[in-house]
């Protein structure tokens, strides 16, 4: 997938606004300890500026994943939260997750997702390029790209697989006119169970 940094924000996405909050207390902090510093008042609140920039800029984030998530239908929502969320209380309980399709059937409908995401970004105005601007030093969400980048996507997926997933091998029709209130998630014969990963 060309648009990593789509996949970065998939992952980081359940805790996007916890995180924004923390930063904003952290560069409230700074600027109440300011005095503080052992550098100079410019470096000093030069950091502080830094600090809550970067807050702003994932909290846009957060705004635009929001949004994202919320446009899709359930099942690519069940999908997003299949892989990348991994919220128990949105997951049906029990040990094993079975999908109304084949493995490959599977595959591709999360790399179209993916693709969506990316998509849906693109339009917001992100590309590879902003995000290195933007985040190229924040490294919560480079410790992300570099995982993606060093294929622990995958191996995650592995562990998943002897954690119990299942599919069907029958593909469940979605008729492109169907209604979205028609649409029902893959039925996951209990989720919880399984590891993170895809």
Not at 150 to 177: L, P, Q
Request: aromatic share 12%; proline share 3%.
């Amino acid at each position: 997938m060309k648009s990593e940094y789509a996949k970065v924000f998939l992952y980081a996405y359940p805790w996007l606004d916890a995180l924004s909050d923390a930063m904003a207390q952290s560069a409230e902090n700074k600027a109440l300890l300011s005095y503080r510093a052992m550098c100079s008042a410019e470096e000093a609140a030069s950091g502080v500026v830094r600090e809550y920039a970067m807050q702003a800029a994932v909290g846009e984030v957060a705004v635009q994943m929001e949004r994202i998530v919320q446009s899709m239908d359930d099942e690519e929502k069940y999908l997003l939260e299949y892989k990348y969320f991994r919220r128990g209380d949105r997951l049906a309980g029990g040990r094993r997750v079975t999908f109304p399709y084949s493995s490959r059937t599977y595959f591709r409908k999360q790399e179209a997702l993916a693709a969506k995401v990316a998509r849906l970004l693109e339009d917001l105005g992100w590309s590879d390029r902003r995000f290195a601007a933007v985040f190229g030093q924040f490294s919560p969400f480079m410790k992300i790209l570099r995982a993606l980048r060093e294929g622990k996507e995958r191996m995650v997926w592995e562990r998943r697989k002897r954690g119990g997933v299942a599919f069907t091998g029958k593909a469940r029709a979605h008729s492109a006119k169907a209604r979205p209130e028609n649409r029902q998630p893959p039925r996951a014969a209990e989720a919880r169970g399984a590891e993170k990963g895809d």
